[in-house]
């Protein structure tokens, strides 16, 4: 078990290698800079001395494996640099941004399972009645429907039907929770219901091929009741595929937001990522696809820890 | 509230029938309605779609420092807040000014009693600390607009309340140029103990101090007790409030979660306001000092033939061009060299003699077609329009270009570039024809013409015109302004007309649709003007 786990944890480093270096050279291909956005723009009127100053200055005057080498020492030391657009330190851009956007995927994380694991499971249990068809038609609609195009739909309703909008400056959980929900409760029921469909459907389909194994049939041939049936023995082994799928739906909520955030203006990761590729601000983009990778690379960790314990098969592989 | 909310919660049938109804809503616009008595108290609640790089406005260039900063913040003199040409000056710590026969020296009498946030007293000390790092920034420090004060021969504090500007010639745009709205200023002490000290704190002398920045999120002001301007400002506090998207700001503006949006909006998106806000909402509407020039390579056959670049601009329709176009993006007025109903600007009657600007189209085309075969290009040719990526006004306009150019027998393909390798795309000089484009923060033709220069960075066309050069030197020095109109006329005439370096394009239109009990501000062709808000008061 410990083997199994060390050997998955040590591959997480070349990952995050070849993300960095990937990072690195494709943000570079992409023209301009974040010296020519900021100080060449619409009046062309700063010069080239102070120009080519300001590129000294960042660097970016240096050969790429300098800038790279210099780049990746720093995020060895856990010390991203500053953001090159506004000079703050990168942590503290990022900081800033990740609680909301954490809270955010918390939520929808809760709407989905809420919704997906037994609406899944009834749709599995009553297969082929109108309560499935009800539930699929639901997670298709779920699937179809981008959570941006929802997240409008629920301004618009709101503006329209009700006069009013969600508030517009986040306001911590712990500083005041009831104005920390009313603007995070649309964008996790819009991003919610796309997720809650994709675990629907992944829960009806595991549940169902789990409701037709010998160990099922064996568990209901000795008697025990439907209840215990499932919780017991179904729902613990369908849920392999349906953990996975919520684990990484997770990780991609974390930076993946970016319409839905500019929709309800939310001041998340996904937005500064957006913000960050139009500056070309290579430090803080760097920084942050290092975040999400890395995010996605634990999530996957903690996945593989689960699977050893969810099936016991694998720890003896 | 809560009501509402729990309501909304159970609302799911309705979305789609609301979302329909609000497409389907017409449109109508309401003017500005009159002052009336100032009311204090109360915080006003603004969107800016952009954010501060830095607080250091001596080395910025976005609106984002503007809007949610400029309340911090003094400048020596500014441009009259009622202003609409928003090319008066008039005095903000200087409380009045001085200026010698020879118009090269002007002193300006210091305000007493203004304080510095931290509660120290404003000299002309400061003053001069402040102009030094504009126009001599130490090493390492940037000061982008230091190239608009070459005039300038000295500044000097000879006591604590004046200043006093020498310049190397007469210059007419002095005074405009004092009351950029970039010069805040600064604190000595501050300044020289550490020149980057203003790139991340505020200390200023405005009608409010600063309270917080929250990255991304917000910026929040509140009232100086100690303003020198006595029962002002009339706002308890601001709070600006940082939007990118152009439909969250609506959205804003219409949940009345936001008051004003300084900058500007469209056109479908005033109506949009208009109609769901009723009498709650009031526009007001400018010129803008920002407009869209088509620049033509003069190094590039046939764009070095004059009589093809004046075939290019007598091609545009622009006054049937301006009625369509205001209908679905940011442009209106056709003007010349300045924007129309400013001093400068070229009276309608003058416009209509240049090329391109007459009302008989067929006239003006007939003339383009001659042109073009006397140039050797009787069937028309073929080029590549280059255009920037950005929805609001190129892309529209850039379509109504080449449309326009069709009408002479020309076959224009449209590239577009992407917003952030334009610009050094248009300073390679990898283009036959692009749009260029530029905006002003005060509408004065020192300010505005020197890109025309021959020698100008800015000069993407690259034309090399000593005529032009000497018309704009004139200009500037010309200190009475009927002698200076005449010679901005000439200028005029050379760049648009029998040259045709550029083409003018269509004015901007600038559209602020703010909640109606919001009062005491009033548009100006610049939207980084007329933001200290300190005049700004709510009716309820």
């Known amino acids: 078990?410990?083997?199994?786990?060390?050997?998955?944890?040590?591959?997480?480093?070349?990952?995050?290698?070849?993300?960095?270096?990937?990072?690195?050279?494709?943000?570079?291909?992409?023209?301009?800079?974040?010296?020519?956005?900021?100080?060449?723009?619409?009046?062309?009127?700063?010069?080239?001395?102070?120009?080519?100053?300001?590129?000294?200055?960042?660097?970016?005057?240096?050969?790429?494996?300098?800038?790279?080498?210099?780049?990746?020492?720093?995020?060895?030391?856990?010390?991203?640099?500053?953001?090159?657009?506004?000079?703050?330190?990168?942590?503290?851009?990022?900081?800033?941004?990740?609680?909301?956007?954490?809270?955010?995927?918390?939520?929808?994380?809760?709407?989905?399972?809420?919704?997906?694991i037994p609406l899944g499971v009834l749709a599995a249990l009553k297969q082929d009645t109108w309560i499935d068809y009800a539930v699929r038609i639901f997670s298709i609609a779920g699937l179809a429907t981008p959570s941006f195009w929802l997240g409008i739909v629920f301004i618009l309703m709101l503006l329209i039907v009700f006069h009013w909008l969600p508030p517009m400056v986040y306001t911590p959980f712990w500083v005041n929770p009831w104005e920390n929900i009313k603007q995070l409760i649309w964008p996790a029921l819009a991003v919610g219901y796309r997720y809650s469909a994709v675990g629907m459907r992944m829960t009806r389909s595991a549940m169902l091929e789990v409701l037709r194994e010998d160990y099922i049939r064996t568990a209901r041939a000795k008697g025990l009741v439907q209840r215990l049936v499932l919780a017991r023995h179904a729902l613990k082994n369908a849920m392999l595929p349906v953990a996975t799928v919520i684990a990484l739906e997770f990780a991609f909520l974390i930076g993946g937001l970016v319409v839905t955030e500019q929709v309800f203006n939310l001041n998340g990761l996904g937005l500064l990522f957006v913000q960050a590729v139009a500056h070309r601000d290579y430090t803080l983009i760097q920084a942050l696809v290092m975040l999400v990778a890395g995010v996605f690379i634990v999530v996957n960790f903690l996945m593989d820890v689960g699977y050893a314990w969810l099936d016991p098969r694998i720890r003896y592989r | 509230?809560?009501?509402?909310?729990?309501?909304?919660?159970?609302?799911?049938?309705?979305?789609?029938?609301?979302?329909?109804?609000?497409?389907?809503?017409?449109?109508?616009?309401?003017?500005?309605?009159?002052?009336?008595?100032?009311?204090?108290?109360?915080?006003?609640?603004?969107?800016?779609?952009?954010?501060?790089?830095?607080?250091?406005?001596?080395?910025?260039?976005?609106?984002?420092?503007?809007?949610?900063?400029?309340?911090?913040?003094?400048?020596?003199?500014?441009?009259?807040?009622?202003?609409?040409?928003?090319?008066?000056?008039?005095?903000?710590?200087?409380?009045?000014?001085?200026?010698?026969?020879?118009?090269?020296?002007?002193?300006?009498?210091?305000?007493?009693?203004?304080?510095?946030?931290?509660?120290?007293?404003?000299?002309?000390?400061?003053?001069?600390?402040?102009?030094?790092?504009?126009?001599?920034?130490?090493?390492?420090?940037?000061?982008?607009?230091?190239?608009?004060?070459?005039?300038?021969?000295?500044?000097?504090?000879?006591?604590?309340?004046?200043?006093?500007?020498?310049?190397?010639?007469?210059?007419?745009?002095?005074?405009?140029?004092?009351?950029?709205?970039?010069?805040?200023?600064?604190?000595?002490?501050?300044?020289?103990?550490?020149?980057?000290?203003?790139?991340?704190?505020?200390?200023?002398?405005?009608?409010?101090?600063?309270?917080?920045?929250?990255?991304?999120?917000?910026?929040?002001?509140?009232?100086?007790?100690?303003?020198?301007?006595?029962?002002?400002?009339?706002?308890?506090?601001?709070?600006?409030?940082?939007?990118s998207a152009s439909a969250a700001q609506v959205a804003a503006v219409r949940g009345e979660r936001a008051m004003i949006q300084f900058r500007s909006f469209s056109p479908p998106e005033r109506d949009q306001l208009v109609q769901a806000l009723g009498n709650k909402i009031t526009v007001q509407e400018s010129p803008w000092d920002c407009v869209n020039l088509v620049a033509m390579h003069h190094e590039k056959k046939p764009f070095d033939d004059k009589?093809?670049?004046?075939?290019?601009?007598?091609?545009?329709?622009?006054?049937?061009?301006?009625?369509?176009?205001?209908?679905?993006?940011?442009?209106?007025?056709?003007?010349?060299?300045?924007?129309p109903g400013t001093p400068y600007a070229t009276p309608p009657a003058e416009l209509e003699k240049l090329a391109g600007y007459g009302r008989d189209i067929n006239a003006s085309r007939a003339e383009a077609k001659r042109l073009l075969k006397e140039a050797g290009v009787p069937d028309g040719f073929s080029f590549v329009f280059k255009n920037r990526g950005i929805p609001h006004p190129y892309e529209p306009l850039g379509i109504w270009l080449i449309s326009q150019w069709k009408q002479i027998g020309l076959n224009v393909r449209q590239e577009i570039i992407e917003a952030s390798a334009y610009h050094p795309m248009l300073k390679r000089g990898d283009f036959e024809v692009a749009m260029d484009f530029q905006c002003g923060f005060i509408v004065e033709p020192d300010l505005d013409l020197p890109r025309f220069l021959s020698h100008s960075d800015a000069n993407y066309g690259r034309h090399k015109d000593t005529v032009i050069d000497d018309l704009y030197s004139r200009q500037g020095r010309a200190t009475d302004p009927e002698e200076r109109k005449k010679i901005l006329r000439q200028l005029e005439k050379r760049l648009l007309d029998e040259e045709a370096h550029v083409a003018y394009t269509l004015q901007w239109h600038r559209i602020v649709p703010h909640l109606s009990k919001v009062k005491g501000w009033t548009i100006t062709p610049s939207h980084y003007l007329n933001n200290q808000l300190d005049a700004v008061w709510l009716s309820e």
């Open chain 1, 1 to 116: 078990m410990w083997r199994y786990l060390v050997k998955r944890f040590m591959l997480m480093f070349p990952t995050m290698l070849g993300v960095a270096l990937l990072t690195f050279i494709l943000i570079r291909v992409i023209p301009g800079d974040v010296v020519e956005l900021r100080y060449a723009g619409d009046r062309g009127a700063v010069s080239q001395d102070v120009l080519t100053k300001e590129r000294a200055r960042f660097g970016l005057d240096q050969p790429l494996w300098k800038q790279f080498t210099t780049w990746i020492w720093g995020v060895a030391r856990l010390d991203f640099g500053e953001s090159m657009w506004t000079g703050a330190p990168i942590w503290q851009e990022i900081r800033l941004r990740f609680a909301l956007s954490l809270q955010v995927a918390i939520m929808a994380t809760i709407v989905a399972v809420a919704l997906s």
């Open chain 2, 1 to 243: 509230m809560q009501r509402s909310l729990v309501r909304a919660l159970g609302a799911a049938v309705t979305l789609i029938a609301a979302a329909s109804i609000a497409a389907v809503i017409p449109v109508a616009v309401i003017p500005a309605g009159a002052q009336d008595k100032p009311r204090s108290g109360g915080e006003l609640i603004f969107v800016v779609p952009s954010e501060p790089p830095s607080y250091d406005a001596h080395q910025e260039e976005t609106f984002g420092v503007i809007h949610p900063m400029a309340p911090h913040y003094s400048t020596l003199l500014r441009v009259d807040p009622n202003d609409k040409t928003g090319t008066k000056p008039v005095g903000d710590i200087a409380e009045s000014w001085t200026v010698s026969k020879d118009a090269l020296t002007y002193t300006f009498k210091i305000r007493q009693g203004v304080k510095f946030h931290d509660g120290s007293e404003l000299t002309a000390k400061d003053v001069k600390a402040s102009y030094d790092k504009i126009l001599k920034p130490p090493a390492g420090v940037k000061s982008l607009r230091k190239e608009a004060y070459g005039s300038i021969a000295s500044i000097d504090a000879p006591d604590a309340h004046t200043f006093v500007v020498k310049l190397k010639y007469p210059e007419s745009s002095i005074l405009l140029n004092l009351a950029s709205p970039w010069n805040w200023v600064y604190k000595a002490d501050i300044i020289a103990k550490d020149p980057h000290w203003y790139e991340k704190n505020v200390n200023g002398t405005g009608p409010f101090k600063f309270v917080e920045h929250v990255k991304g999120s917000h910026w929040v002001g509140k009232k100086n007790p100690d303003y020198w301007d006595k029962g002002k400002p009339y706002l308890d506090s601001y709070r600006a409030i940082f939007i």
């Open chain 2, 307 to 339: 009589r093809v670049r004046r075939a290019l601009t007598l091609a545009l329709d622009r006054y049937e061009g301006g009625k369509a176009l205001s209908k679905i993006t940011l442009v209106k007025d056709v003007g010349g060299i300045q924007v």
